[in-house]
């Protein structure tokens, strides 16, 4: 059985780090596509960042070159440091397992085309304020 | 791309269908996701590739695209369909999701 499991989210003052895990069990992410997506409690989602299998990252402008995500095969976890956190930073944070649609498996795609979240974790919360 | 949902709340009966709609701010082909959330959880895959059903989830979900037009349709509405519904693109970053379109049962 697919699991994830977030833990790392907390209160911390703006232009802090944090950096949140995600466990993952029932997969290897090795060989995975995986993403964080956000939310802002009560409000709508907002995809941060992706990391491919060949770890390749791709970031929303809005964390990028502030955030990095990264993979710990050892650990079969899925990480995201967090620098320079702003109060806007502020939200669920959510890991996912990501995979290609078919009709990218089997065509030429342009790299960001065609990938879907299929499992996601009960997410972690961060809260930046002074 | 921008998303943008309609409406962002509906509240219909048992046994009614739904349809809500995601326009985007340009064209592009089915590569679009939807979502389902309830209160508390994480979201919960329903359809890609803009009408393909994920493993699992009821056929009286299903999904559909005209031009920039991307619709979800909820069919026999059920007391568990209660929940937050989103469009997501991907077919570009990034990758944007739709505000939400709440679902209530009467």
């Known amino acids: 059985e697919v699991q994830l499991v977030e833990s790392g989210g907390g209160f911390v003052q703006p232009g802090g780090s944090l950096r949140l895990s995600c466990a993952a069990s029932g997969f290897d992410v090795t060989n995975k596509y995986m993403s964080w997506v956000r939310q802002v409690p009560g409000k709508g989602l907002e995809w941060v960042a992706v990391?491919?299998?060949?770890?390749?990252?791709h970031y929303s402008d809005s964390v990028k070159r502030r955030f990095t995500i990264s993979r710990d095969t050892s650990q079969n976890k899925l990480h995201l440091q967090m620098n320079g956190l702003r109060a806007e930073d502020t939200a669920i944070y959510y890991c996912?397992?990501?995979?290609?649609?078919?009709?990218?498996?089997?065509?030429?795609?342009?790299?960001?085309?065609?990938?879907?979240?299929?499992?996601w974790g009960q997410g972690t919360l961060v809260t930046v304020s002074s | 791309i921008q998303m943008t949902q309609s409406p962002s709340s509906v509240s219909a009966s048992v046994g009614d269908t739904v349809t809500i709609t995601c326009r985007a701010s340009r064209a592009f082909s089915s590569y679009l996701a939807w979502y389902q959330q309830k209160p508390g959880k994480a979201p919960n895959l329903l359809i890609y590739?803009?009408?393909t059903l994920q493993s699992g989830v009821p056929a009286r979900f299903s999904g559909s695209e005209s031009g920039t037009e991307f619709t979800l349709t909820i069919s026999s509405l059920q007391p568990e369909d209660s929940a937050t519904y989103y469009c997501?693109?991907?077919?570009?970053?990034?990758?944007?999701f739709g505000q939400g379109t709440k679902v209530e049962i009467k």
């Open positions: 990391i491919y299998t060949d770890d390749v990252p």
């Open positions: 996912t397992k990501v995979f290609r649609g078919s009709y990218c498996r089997v065509s030429t795609c342009n790299t960001d085309q065609d990938y879907y979240s299929d499992f």
């Open positions: 590739e803009a009408s």
């Open positions: 997501q693109q991907v077919e570009s970053f990034p990758w944007t």
